[in-house]
């Protein structure tokens, strides 16, 4: 059986993380869509929250599941018993950190391959900083991320006194 993790913050999931999980889970029997629990860029959603969306947004993929990790993402990858890590791709500067990423991992571990996916063109600007700083600016994030997933961002930004827009990066393609 062919298993692959999609690793990322989903912070949160957008359309961009949508079409290439959904892509991947048609290559693969199973994909685990592995949420990283401790990057190191600020949050604005809680573990718990980016899992319930992610779990909403793809329910509906009979081979797709959900789970959280901390160690390294080729650690996780071998204790699942995953052969290949799919990544997405968008502008160019993405594919100098993800070859980076690649070749540093396929030195801790060369069994597992890297599968990167291109985007498709509607997503190749969606990043989920950019979501964040349109919907903390209360601009429409509709056509970028599920429903559910925008009334989210709504409630966290519409709590008075809310600390937390201050706290997340203002401007990244790449976060
Ligand atoms: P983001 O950069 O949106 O915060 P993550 O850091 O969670 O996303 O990244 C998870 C993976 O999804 C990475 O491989 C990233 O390149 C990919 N990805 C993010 N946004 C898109 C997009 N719009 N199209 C294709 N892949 C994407």
């Known amino acids: 059986m062919s298993t692959a993790i999609y690793p990322g913050t989903f912070d949160p999931i957008h359309n961009g ?56 993402t080729v650690e996780f990858a071998r204790q699942i018993g995953a052969q290949a890590i799919v990544r997405g791709l968008r502008v160019i500067s993405d594919f100098e950190l993800e070859f980076q990423m690649a070749l540093t991992n396929k030195k801790l571990a060369p069994e597992i391959e890297f599968v990167c996916l291109m985007t498709s063109q509607e997503y190749a600007f969606l990043s989920a900083s950019t979501v964040k700083e349109i919907a903390m600016l209360q601009g ?36």
């Open 140 to 175: 429409c994030v509709n056509n970028m991320v599920p429903p559910h997933v925008a009334q989210a961002l709504r409630a966290k930004f519409a709590r008075p006194g809310n600390q937390e827009e201050n706290q997340i990066r203002l401007v990244s393609l790449r976060d």
């Open 17 to 72: 993380h949508i079409d290439i999980a959904t892509r991947a889970a048609r290559l693969f029997d199973h994909l685990t869509v592995a949420i990283y629990a401790r990057p190191l860029k600020s949050l604005l959603f809680t573990v718990e929250e980016r899992r319930e969306m992610i779990e909403k947004a793809l329910g509906h993929i009979p081979n797709i599941s959900v789970a959280t990790y901390q160690q390294l």
